[in-house]
């Protein structure tokens, strides 16, 4: 106790008790308070309205360095009252810090219609100033919410190091919004992009929850969502809660961005840089992108000697840099690639790819056999000989090497750079080169999605009348592409498939195959046969035959069962009494809703947590959500 008796029973849970300790700890306030219950009740309230703004300064909680910006919604729903309310609980967070240039920085954008950048990291070195210019801030007032547009302008442009992004800091979003994003599919993909590049996203709903979709926020949060998202129910109430001080103490506790673990640790893989140095590029950009690299090889298993890393430039000409055998440690590895130097040229993209495929992925020069060979190509223009390039690229797809690759800038050929890219996506595109914070995403791509999870994965896919022909077979082309995230082996991943409408289905077991191109030829062939929507039979099903030893499911892995579907099921009761068994079991489970006929409380019944629904408008769509969804798959921890 604070030598205030009787405090603590006046004070509510969410309020900081030292602080209320300054406030009402008084002689005369005690005095009041055995007055009777109506004034305990008005001193509550008071209490209450002012606990931000009342008493001293607000003590600044953290001066621990990290770079912290400020998603703030400045759409129309949004009273100019509430927007100003919103604008005043900003400041007074931003007092919480001990900002300046070695401590914590922060930043600014509004979104609504648009995006406006209020002000970047560099651009303010003191609270008061931050303070003040937040305050300068202009409600927009916008038709629209376009979330994923300011989250997708967050991490490529706010956390670019020209703005005054700093390597090695924690990095942090704070989003504040009164409702739903206008493109919901989009804003979750823009926030898995900004979550993957190492950035930590809290958020706070501010409204009822019939306006603001909390699924929605929970889901852009970073994870644990119990932890980093807030809601508050008026504009007003902002002040009342102890935001401030749960936001600001989540902020500091953040850990700094420390050199990551080798998110490849254990994998024994080749990879080759193959970079741009033509003309085009300014010796400054040509830095930036050699820093990428360096940054990037920090990923890497390479002490071990698991995984090797070679480079080879490109112009007019080519020229090695190194070879797979050359370096061993991450320092020697680093030094080389900062070390080079830009010479200048035309983009004779071809070149570099045949050399890759004959020279460098050679066993002579460090290759090996029974690993995995993969090759990133970085260029900011179209290649001089278009027709030898895509040549060139189909000959290195051919010899089983991944290529990954990264535009830089507006005068990319983007149907080349499908063609030099293995995959689709595989292709990355950014705006500028100071927008080249895509190290996490691509170390991650590289190193595979799910590489060495241990988990058996069960899909549950509808083929009842209610789908087309051509939408169900959209439906099986997302699910081949899906597996494509997991690392399929006995050891690893393994995966099964029932369908279901009147009956059930089994098309393959857990142990009926171990490779992945026989997975997606296997779900490729299955064909529509209709009737009803008895999912509470398919769910029966996954849990008593699927999920069995018999049929090949593990007791020492991760169990999830993805369940599609596109309405309601025959037997809502007989449905959530059999999704509550899988839960019991330790069985995780994902639900997809695709279409206007789904139901959003029965797809709740159905998975595990609010965060495992999806919904997408159309089979077309669900491209949309494969990344999120593998991401959420290759996350997920049974029991």
């Known amino acids: 106790m604070l030598g205030c008796p009787g405090c603590n029973e006046l004070i509510e849970e969410q309020y900081n008790t030292e602080r209320m300790h300054e406030l009402v700890c008084k002689r005369n306030i005690l005095t009041v308070l055995k007055m009777g219950e109506g004034v305990y009740h008005w001193l509550t309230l008071v209490i209450s309205v002012n606990i931000v703004f009342v008493g001293p300064a607000p003590v600044q909680i953290c001066d621990k360095p990290a770079d912290i910006a400020f998603l703030i919604d400045s759409s129309s729903s949004i009273w100019i009252y509430d927007f100003e309310k919103q604008i005043k609980f900003v400041q007074e967070l931003v007092k919480r810090f001990n900002i300046g240039p070695d401590t914590i920085q922060v930043a600014a954008l509004t979104f609504s219609h648009n995006v406006v950048n209020e002000f970047h990291f560099n651009d303010v070195d003191s609270a008061q100033e931050a303070s003040d210019r937040i305050g300068r801030i202009v409600h927009e007032s916008g038709n629209y919410t376009f979330t994923h547009y300011a989250l997708d302008i967050m991490r490529t442009d706010i956390f670019s190091p020209s703005n005054g992004a700093r390597a090695g800091v924690a990095k942090i979003c704070i989003l504040l919004t009164d409702g739903q994003s206008s493109y919901p599919m989009e804003t979750l993909e823009k926030a898995g992009l900004a979550k993957a590049a190492g950035i930590t996203i809290l958020a706070i709903g501010i409204g ?26 008026t504009f007003d109430r902002l002040k009342e809660k102890r935001f401030p001080e749960l936001i600001g103490q989540i902020a500091c506790d953040e850990p700094e961005d420390q050199p990551p673990a080798e998110v490849c640790q254990g994998k024994n893989a080749d990879i080759l840089f193959v970079v741009d140095m033509s003309s085009s590029i300014r010796v400054k950009h040509f830095k930036e992108v050699l820093e990428l690299l360096a940054d990037l090889v920090r990923y890497f298993d390479t002490n071990s000697g698991k995984t090797r890393v070679g480079m080879v430039t490109f112009s007019t000409a080519t020229e090695v840099q190194f070879y797979l055998d050359k370096y061993r440690s991450k320092e020697d590895i680093r030094e080389a690639i900062l070390s080079t130097q830009s010479h200048g040229g035309l983009t004779n993209t071809h070149l570099a790819l ?22 990133i190509v970085i260029t900011d223009g179209a290649s001089q000989h278009t027709e030898m390039t895509i040549i060139e690229s189909n000959s290195i797809h051919k010899a089983g090497i991944v290529v990954f690759a990264i535009s830089v800038g507006h005068d990319v050929d983007v149907e080349e750079l499908h063609h030099i890219a293995s995959k689709p996506e595989y292709v990355f595109e950014v705006n ?52 494509g995230f997991f690392d399929i082996n006995d050891d690893n991943a393994r995966v099964g498939l029932l369908t279901f409408s009147t009956d059930t289905r089994v098309h393959f077991y857990l142990n009926t195959y171990n490779v992945q191109d026989e997975i997606s030829k296997a779900i490729l062939a299955i064909k529509s046969e209709g009737g009803l929507t008895n999912t509470h039979l398919a769910l029966q099903k996954a849990l008593y035959e699927m999920m069995t030893p018999m049929h090949g499911s593990r007791s020492d892995v991760d169990h999830v069962i993805i369940v599609f579907t596109d309405g309601l099921s025959r037997v809502p009761r007989l449905t959530a009494r059999q999704a509550h068994k899988i839960h019991q079991a330790g069985v995780e489970v994902i639900a997809v809703g ?26 077309n769509t669900l491209q949309e959500i494969k990344h999120i969804l593998a991401r959420k798959t290759c996350e997920v921890t049974s029991g």
């Not at 929850?209 to 508050?232: C, G, I, K, M, W």
């Not at 890759?356 to 993969?374: L, P, Q, T």
């Not at 899909?459 to 009348?465: G, L």
């Not at 206007?596 to 089979?619: H, M, P, Q, T």
Request: glycine share 6%.
């Open 594 to 619: 695709v279409g206007d006929r789904k139901n959003k409380a029965e797809l709740e019944k159905i998975a595990s947590r609010k965060e495992f629904v999806f919904e997408v408008s159309g089979y």
């Open 208 to 233: 009822d929850t019939v306006s603001v979709d909390e699924q929605e926020l929970r889901t852009v949060v970073s994870p644990p969502a119990d932890q980093n998202y807030f809601h508050s129910s």
């Open 354 to 375: 045949q050399r890759a495929r004959y020279e460098m992925f050679s066993m002579k020069h460090g290759s090996r056999r029974g690993v995995d060979h993969i090759c």
């Open 432 to 483: 500028g080169y100071g927008a080249l914070n895509i190290t996490n995403i691509l170390a991650n791509k590289t190193c595979k999605d799910c590489r060495g999870k241990r988990e058996d994965v069960v899909f549950i896919v509808d083929m009842s009348n209610s789908i087309w022909v051509v939408y169900f077979q959209e439906q099986l082309k997302f699910l081949s592409d899906l597996v």
